[in-house]
């Protein structure tokens, strides 16, 4: 699976929105978008995932780039259960395979 | 709502045993996966499995094997338990091979003295 990268760390005030980037230069046209968060002291949660178009759902918005290199997950409002780690995730669905490649996210620290 | 359990949420073992840990989840899912998860290194992938009795190696499955004779169970097996396995165990499932998210247990953080 492709790679991505993505800033080690973010800050956000509470109640303001939070733009998380992910740079997935090699990423391919069979290449899902996909992001996790991991909540302290838990196993990580899906958020969202897109292939070409915004999505959005009750947690968050995915916004993808014209040309699919990068994307941005949004959290409209931020709030304090929000601070984790925030993965960003590229899965090829033409291998067939499920599983799922985790680098070290992006931790957002939420302020009070 | 999915639900994927680990037996333990702790566990403290000593070098040489030999060490199970179980993870079942209860939505009849054909996908199970087993990560570790280290300070710095994120999430690694050590074994999954797509259908019962079948297993794939992941990116680190050395000092590992696995187990799954029923379809909602799936066990890492560690044989002979070395320091350098003290970790945080992750368990997921999902469904089918689709763009199917991944359901996560609480996780296990074994210590190996």
Redesign the interface.
């Known amino acids: 699976d492709a790679k991505t990268t993505q800033p080690n760390s973010m800050e956000s005030n509470e109640e303001e929105p939070v733009h998380l980037p992910c740079n997935h230069s090699t990423i391919s046209g069979t290449d899902y978008i996909h992001w996790y968060r991991q909540l302290p002291s838990q196993g990580p949660e899906y958020v969202i995932h897109g292939l070409t178009s915004n999505v959005n759902n009750r947690m968050a918005s995915l916004a993808i780039a014209e040309d699919r290199k990068s994307s941005t997950l949004i959290l409209h409002r931020a709030t304090l259960r929000d601070a984790a780690v925030y993965y960003c995730i590229l899965r090829d669905v033409s291998t067939g395979a499920n599983n799922l490649f985790f680098g070290t996210g992006t931790r957002l620290t939420v302020i009070p | 709502d999915v639900k ?1 359990t680990q037996s333990s949420r702790y566990l403290v073992k000593r070098t040489g045993e030999k060490v199970f840990l179980e993870c079942v989840q209860d939505m009849d899912h054909e ?1 199970m ?1 087993w ?1 570790r998860q280290d300070p ?6 050590i074994y ?1 499995s ?1 259908d019962v009795k079948m297993k ?1 190696k ?1 990116d680190i499955p050395e000092g590992y094997s696995v187990s799954r004779e029923k379809k909602e169970r799936f066990s890492l097996i560690l044989e002979s338990a070395s320091t350098n396995q003290t970790s945080m165990y ?1 368990c ?1 499932s ?1 469904a ?12 296990t953080r074994l210590t190996v003295t």
């Open positions: 994927v996908n996966f990560y710095g290194l994120g999430l690694r992938l999954f797509y794939e992941g992750l997921a999902s089918g091979t689709g763009v199917y998210e991944q359901y996560f247990g609480p996780g």
